[in-house]
């Protein structure tokens, strides 16, 4: 959790500097992927207040009402992110670039922006603030990285491949992919900015404002289903649960596991129930004894694991 967090306000101060800058910097240009990466970063903004909100929610205590907690609370403010902020910050990027793809006569002007006395070309004004940019959201991917890392070597996973299908810690992915979209996309527009100075057509420019909107609708749509599958409750990977089942398998008294069930309730949040067959021989306070101590070897072995309940069957 102290993890997630510390990525989450690292992108909201980069992310909101950021969008300050570009929108000073369409202003002075009137560039159209300068504001299409204005929409963007308000988005990022937006993206790390709901995910504190959700990282806030999901850290009260179980209540009757809600025996496990809160902690889906991350699940449901990550999915908000994808949908309202990134779906709509994507679709007013595209159509924005595509109506400077179509009227390109009102993309922007090319006056020289006084400032301080000087007279400086737009160009330089929106490639100043781009490398800023990327600046900054290259110190928020570098948090955002080195949690998911952690994860990675923790888990044992083969690398983010693997990790973005079996990760619960959805803070910590949308931080991580949001700010790999935010360096394409001022890398994008970098080049679409400085293409449209060199050649003098401001196409280039247009269609990198379009190209960031695709970016961010694809985002959206892929952030969208990893939530899914974690707030329908999707079971662990088979790998993962075939490594639980043989830690209870190996316990003496336990003849066979008749049914297993592993979902998120939370990030790192794992509820495991278990219908297990022991040896008939076996009184009752043998049983309990036994059954503790599958619960303690499966904590042991997986610290997300939370909650276990096991249904003994003879």
Partial sequence: MAGSTSVVIAALFANGAIAVLKFLGFLATGSPSMLSETYHSISDTGNQVFLLVGIRYSGRKATQAHPFGYGKAQFFYSFLVSVLLFGIAGWESLKHGYEALMHPAHSGGSEAVVLLGMSIPPVYINVAILLGAIAF??????????????????????????????????????????????????????????????????????????????????????????????????????????????????????????????????????????????????DVEEMDDLITDIEDKLREADDRIHFVYIEPEL
């Fill in 137 to 282: 959201e290259s110190y928020a991917y570098l948090k955002a990285n080195a949690e998911l890392q952690r994860q990675i070597k923790e888990y044992e996973w083969s690398g983010l491949r693997e990790a973005f299908r079996k990760t619960s810690d959805v803070t910590t992915l949308t931080a991580y992919t949001e700010d790999t979209i935010a360096l394409g996309g001022a890398m994008l527009a970098l080049v679409g900015i400085g293409l449209t100075e060199v050649t003098g057509n401001p196409m280039f420019d247009a269609l990198t404002a379009l190209l960031i909107g695709v970016m961010l609708m694809g985002f959206a749509v892929a952030l969208a289903w990893e939530n899914k599958r974690l707030l329908l409750g999707e079971n662990l990977p088979l790998d993962e649960e075939q490594k639980l089942k043989t830690i209870i398998s190996d316990q003496s008294h336990v003849v066979h596991i008749d049914h297993f069930r592993a979902v998120y309730v939370g990030p790192e949040k794992l509820l495991v129930t278990l219908d297990v067959s022991f040896d008939p021989e076996l």
